[in-house]
């Protein structure tokens, strides 16, 4: 994708999110996957929940995802990470959650969890991303949907209590 087709579809999600416009967007590149989870942590105002297979330094390494999500925890905006893999590939994202302020990453142990064939980030209660095949980056998302939202983190939160914070620490760096 080239820089003008990255800052439109940047554009239109901030767009729907500014004015909570419930509307299915479809979100099937590594672009603008990272121009969600950036937008995400822009907007948050309380948490952003990440339930996904390895945290992909392809869409997490972005330094705009990388600034947006510093900024939003030094706004104490809470970002959680249920991972279905044993640590994250980002590692921007590592180094973030080792600073132990504000990202908490947690290790799927649950067989059932570690083999979900999904993967979904909820910002606050209402918008969402769902990805139906965690092997790929196509997904849906919708900015403004609280129904979804809701359900999505009944689950989140039912797969964090079946799994064990990762121990990252800047000794460990």
């Known amino acids: 994708m080239n820089t003008s087709e ?3 579809y940047r554009e239109g999600v ?3 999110l ?7 967007i479809t979100n099937g590149f590594p672009e603008h996957a990272s121009v969600l989870f950036e937008q995400f942590f822009k907007h948050s105002q309380k948490q952003v929940r990440i339930f996904c297979k ?4 392809q ?7 990388i600034d947006a999500a510093k900024n939003a925890i030094n706004r104490g ?6 991972l279905q893999e044993d640590g994250p590939e980002s590692a921007e994202m590592n180094a ?8 908490v990453i947690h290790k799927a142990v649950n067989d ?18 769902f990805e139906s095949d965690r092997n790929t980056i196509k997904a849906v998302a919708n900015m403004f949907d609280s129904k979804v939202a809701l359900l999505l983190i009944r689950n989140f939160e039912l797969m964090q209590a079946s799994s064990d914070k990762l121990e990252l620490s800047a000794a460990h760096a």
């Open 14 to 16: 901030n767009k729907l």
């Open 6 to 8: 990255i800052a439109l």
């Open 77 to 82: 905006v809470l970002v959680e990470v249920v």
């Open 96 to 103: 973030l959650a080792k600073t132990g302020r504000g990202l």
């Open 59 to 65: 869409v997490f390494d972005s330094p705009s995802v």
């Open 54 to 57: 390895n945290m992909s330094a």
């Open 112 to 129: 059932a969890v570690r083999e979900a064939p999904f993967n979904f980030t909820v910002m606050d209660d209402r918008a969402y991303r």
């Open 18 to 24: 500014e004015l909570k416009i419930d509307q299915q």
